[in-house]
């Protein structure tokens, strides 16, 4: 009865669903995140920074090219001093890599009253930035800079089309869980991604359902790649994407196929948590001892039942003789 209770409790502990994480490693072009206003968001750029504050609308061709930082859309100038900021939260930025390794952030979306950048540039005319306002960040400034943070909605990728930039070039993630008798998490499921995936994060399962899906907040930096020696062509930036323990799943579109949601199912949890094979393997070992004893038991049984039927038959055979002396 015990043995049925432990299994069973093993059973549930695998079987019933429990918080899980993300985490991410990737090389991408582009990618775009809505901040949550916290300090977690808070970047510090090295002097070098171009700030390009739109003046007017420029042809949405021309959005995402370095090009477009010219007087006819923009108020440009290069940053003397160090620029530090927190992203306020309703900012919508998108990121893209320029091809030689320079990163440009376009503000997609800003506060009423445009994107304040603080006190570090009050009297430049650069204090807040408008919508549509971008800023160039040059390999090498962000070399010095170091890493970037980001805390909010954050999406990496994007969806390939004609003329898409922005694609991710590849990278791996990783799903971390614990199960009921654990507090540290182990790694249930990994996995790769393929140039061109778009990766988002959602609160619960939502393929098949009308309601548009919510995304979770995620944590994560970006930094410079480091290039393989030799190579050439364009300079994508890497990203360290994770989230907290929670029950949701991740997102990926891929052109050509239908969105699917990656979640981990309890025989990952089953093949991958060491304490359950631990635990599992001396069960079977026990099964396998507990039929083993049943056996021999029963052989020693039948070899004494076996032992008392030759004996009996032994004894009425003496009988019988002993009887057949007596007559004669």
């Given at each position: 009865?015990?043995?049925?209770?432990?299994?069973a409790?093993?059973?549930?502990?695998?079987?019933?669903?429990?918080?899980?994480?993300y985490?991410?490693?990737?090389?991408?072009?582009?990618?775009?995140?809505?901040?949550?206003?916290?300090?977690?968001?808070?970047?510090?750029?090295?002097p070098?920074?171009?700030?390009?504050?739109?003046?007017?609308?420029?042809?949405?061709?021309?959005?995402?090219?370095?090009?477009?930082?010219?007087?006819?859309?923009?108020?440009?100038?290069?940053?003397?001093?160090?620029?530090?900021?927190?992203?306020?939260?309703?900012?919508?930025?998108?990121?893209?890599?320029?091809?030689?390794?320079?990163?440009?952030?376009?503000?997609?979306?800003?506060?009423?009253?445009?994107?304040?950048?603080?006190?570090?540039?009050l009297?430049?005319?650069?204090?807040?930035?408008?919508?549509?306002?971008?800023?160039?960040?040059?390999?090498?400034?962000?070399?010095?800079?170091?890493?970037q943070?980001?805390?909010?909605?954050?999406?990496?990728?994007?969806?390939?089309?004609?003329?898409?930039?922005?694609?991710?070039?590849?990278?791996?993630?990783?799903?971390?869980?614990?199960?009921?008798?654990?507090?540290?998490?182990?790694?249930?499921?990994?996995?790769?991604?393929?140039?061109?995936?778009?990766?988002?994060?959602?609160?619960?399962?939502?393929?098949?359902?009308?309601?548009?899906p919510?995304?979770?907040?995620?944590?994560?930096?970006?930094?410079?790649?480091?290039?393989?020696?030799?190579?050439?062509?364009?300079?994508?930036?890497?990203?360290?994407?994770?989230t907290?323990?929670?029950?949701?799943?991740?997102?990926?579109?891929r052109?050509?196929?239908?969105?699917?949601?990656?979640?981990?199912?309890?025989?990952?949890?089953?093949?991958?948590?060491?304490?359950?094979?631990?635990?599992?393997?001396?069960l079977?070992?026990?099964?396998?001892?507990?039929?083993?004893?049943?056996?021999?038991?029963?052989?020693?049984?039948?070899?004494?039942?076996?032992?008392?039927?030759?004996?009996?038959?032994?004894?009425?055979?003496?009988?019988?003789?002993?009887?057949?002396?007596?007559?004669?």
């Amino acid at each position: 009865m015990s043995l049925l209770l432990v299994v069973a409790f093993l059973f549930l502990a695998i079987v019933l669903p429990t918080k899980h994480s993300y985490l991410l490693d990737v090389v991408t072009y582009g990618a775009e995140f809505l901040p949550d206003g916290s300090e977690r968001s808070q970047w510090s750029l090295q002097p070098g920074v171009i700030l390009c504050s739109r003046t007017s609308t420029p042809p949405k061709t021309q959005q995402f090219s370095t090009k477009v930082c010219d007087r006819r859309h923009f108020a440009v100038t290069k940053l003397t001093k160090k620029l530090t900021f927190v992203w306020d939260r309703e900012t919508r930025v998108i990121l893209r890599s320029t091809g030689d390794g320079d990163i440009l952030v376009h503000l997609d979306a800003v506060p009423e009253g445009g994107m304040d950048l603080g006190n570090a540039l009050l009297g430049e005319g650069f204090e807040t930035l408008p919508v549509h306002s971008q800023m160039i960040i040059r390999r090498a400034v962000l070399a010095e800079s170091g890493s970037q943070p980001m805390s909010g909605e954050i999406k990496v990728g994007t969806v390939v089309k004609g003329g898409a930039t922005g694609l991710l070039d590849k990278g791996s993630f990783a799903i971390r869980q614990s199960l009921l008798w654990r507090q540290n998490p182990i790694t249930v499921q990994e996995g790769t991604l393929a140039h061109g995936d778009r990766i988002s994060f959602l609160a619960s399962r939502t393929l098949g359902r009308e309601k548009p899906p919510k995304e979770v907040t995620a944590y994560g930096y970006l930094s410079v790649h480091a290039d393989a020696p030799g190579a050439r062509g364009p300079k994508p930036f890497r990203m360290i994407v994770y989230t907290e323990p929670a029950k949701g799943t991740m997102r990926i579109e891929r052109f050509g196929a239908k969105p699917s949601e990656v979640a981990p199912s309890w025989t990952d949890r089953a093949l991958r948590d060491p304490w359950f094979l631990g635990l599992t393997a001396i069960l079977s070992l026990g099964a396998i001892v507990t039929t083993l004893i049943s056996s021999l038991k029963e052989i020693f049984a039948r070899r004494r039942r076996d032992s008392a039927r030759l004996l009996r038959t032994a004894l009425g055979l003496l009988r019988t003789i002993k009887a057949g002396r007596t007559r004669r």
